[in-house]
Every structure is written in C-alpha cells, then in structure tokens.
DNA sequence: CGGCATCCATTTTGATACTG
DNA sequence: CAGTATCAAAATGGATGCCG
C-alpha cells in the first residue's frame, strides 16, 4: 500500500497521501468514539471486507494514527486506538460532518445504514462553545442498547462510546428519533415533548441540553 | 462515477461520498484559490490524467460544487470555479492541512512536486484570527511569476490568486524560500533577513505581517 | 488550448471462503 | 472472534488520437 502517493510538498496531499484512500477517514471517525473492536469496525463499515479493514488498520498503525492495545483485565480483548497524531484528526472530520450536515443531509435513504455513534460525533460536530460558557455537566445517552456520554467542560465537549462515571442527567432516545435529530433539524426538547425520547437528572443540566447543539441550516447544493 | 457510495446516513460518509475519491478534494484545493483553466488544474495535478480530470469536474458540477463559467471579455476564456457550497469546503481542507503541517510536512521529498498556490492556501490555514484584530491591510506576494494576494480585515483573510488591486504592501520571494517557510517553521522576518525575500509598502502593514500566521509545531508521529 | 474517447497495464476494491 | 487467502469487478494512470 501507500505505493500510490500524490507526490505534492503540500500538506493537504501529504494528509490525504495518509488517510485519503477509500475507508480511512471513516475508520479513523469509528475510533473517534473510543477504542474498537475488529468485529466492531467490521460491523459498523458495510461494505469493507475482512482483508482491507485489516490491511487498513496495520496502514493507520504502520503511520502511527493508531495502534492495537488490550482492554484492561479481565477482558483483555484486542482493541484499536487512535494515537495522539489520530486524535488530531478530529477537527478535520468535524469539518467535514458539519459540511454534510448542512449540504447533504435530508432524508435517510432506504439502503443506509445507521449507527448511534455516528450521531454522538455529530453532537460534538454541532456543539457550540459560547453556549456552554460556565457549564459542567456529563450527560449520558442511551439508545437501542448504546451507551454514550457527553462531558462538557465550559466550552469543550468530551465525547466517548461507553457509560458515564457521574452522570448529571441520563437521556433514553430511540434510534429513529436520534437520526430525525440530527438529519432533520430537531431540537432535543421536541424529542422529549414527542415521548421519543425521555430524560432524568439534573434540571438545570438538561434545561441547558439544548442551546448546546446548533445545527446548521439545511441547504440545497443545486442552487447557487 | 458516483456508483460506490458508502451507504450510511452519516454527514462524514456522505461528504465522503461527494468528494472522497481521489483527486477530488485537491481539485477542490486548487480552485479555493480563485477559478482555474482546465490546463492550469492539469499542470498543477501531476498523474491526473485529462480524462479523469474531465469527469472529476463534471462530477463536481453535477453535484453543485463548481461550475463552469467564462472569464470575463476579452478573455472569455472557459474556466471552473466553486460554488457557495463548494467553498465551504474551505474550513474541512485547512483542517486538513493545518493537520498535515504539523504532522507531516519536513523536508521536500525529490519527486514531489510544489506550486506557491499551495502555500497560499496554508497561510490561509495557519492565519491567527486574534493576531490580526484591529488590522485592515492588503498584501500581494510575488513567486516565480505568480502572484496572490490576501486581504486580512479585523480577524478575517481572504486569499486568492491574482494581483491586489491597492496593495498595502508587496512581498517577492522566491519559490524555494516559500517552500521552506511553511514546511519548516520558517517566518517572514527570516526570509527577509537572509535576502530570499523583499518587501515593500506600508511599514506597520510589513511590520505586522509576521505575527499574523502561527505554523504549529511540528511533531513526529512515531512517538505516541 | 480544451476536452472527450479509447485502449490497456496496474491497483484497488468487494465479497466470500477459509484457518487458528 | 480475529484475521488470511483468493478471485472477480471496478477504478486509476498513461498514452494517444481526435475534433472544434
């Protein structure tokens, strides 16, 4: 691999000369969320097989985005990181979801596949920092079986795969309504006054819930 | 083209399917700096070849990213420029690049290949906003036959290709030297210390310059 | 010069079967 | 599970040739 490089002394090509082919950037949004298993990856990648996720992850170790680690005992099952330089990625990717967010996100379509983490990135795509001046809170997020927290530190946003240590307020949201969310431009208290969603904890953490969160305009590309 | 789509309801995935093939977003990258000629984008595109290079803008302007249009009389000339939407892929390349300066980006490499439209841009991505308050000035660099210009008003820069109309100051400096600056942590200063570069114009415009653009510490990715 | 069409060698990918 | 091996399909790169 990596044969197939663009040869430019530019630093946009280098990085795509890295993370630019078919699957990557999304491998390294996948990890984004906190560390993967193989089998997790491969479930979340539809339409990446076995052997280029394989080759795909010994790339991003090989490059040093990320490296296979081991949960902490008893599980011990192998798992892939994101190393510093991966991390860095985020700012990147986020430009790149809020850009989709607000030029291509209309309707799911009916082939789509669609996981509760992709959301959760979403959240911290939207997240907006003025909006959270002074506020410290860690929410947590359940849907259809995951369980995701969001800890906001006046004006930056933590957000993993994985319960809360202490969460002020725990949100319940079915699947579908988390995708409308963030796909059309709902707010969390209409999910809430709906009953697709339900809400507990501190008051004041989830009044604030959602001023945090500003979604972009939806716009057509084939206007201007 | 367009038949391979990643098929998840993600706002990555689906700005990943609009621009995520090769060449695409460094075609993007070239246009970010003002409409271009078919043969400017092949010359600075080595290994694009003219059919690939054709369908990749009828891609990009079916999908509303760029349009064609002609240069304005007598040139008439035919050239591709972006759209509102395509623009705003402004924030998602410098991310990329702003990664890719740190990350990445030491000496030239023998077969890579360099155009000062490049480093423009990386201006662009390494432009302080909080540096430049207060600061309406407008600079035209000269490089080996090419010019630019970036206009910084109060926190904000536009940089494009071509002659300033009132420039406040010009700066000449030579290919190279460019090249050095953004890919080591050269700064403007040095450069014309050491005679690669010459300035003229405005003295509180040149003595500002500097400051304005903060190259991040480069860090090597095989330590974390 | 701008741009499309064609042919072909090489890579990349997608899907699946297979192994520890 | 995690990952390799294998093979068919698709994308790319490069060279040309053509046409307005």
Redesign the pocket.
Known sequence: ????TYNQYCATARTLDLVG???TLLLVRELLTGPK????L?DSLR????????AR??HLEREGLAR?TALPPPAR??VYALTEAGEELAPAILALARWGLKWTMGERGPAETFHPGWTVLGLRAVFDPEAAAGLRAVYEFRIGGEVFYARIDDGTIEAQHGPAQHPDATITISEDALAALTGQGGTFAEALASGAAEASGDAEALRRLNGLFRLPPARSRTSS
Chains 1, 2 share one sequence.
């Open positions: 691999m990596e044969q197939r082919e078919r699957w298993r193989f089998g997790d491969r339409g990446l097989g076995t052997g280029l996720l394989a992850l010994k296979k099952t192998p």
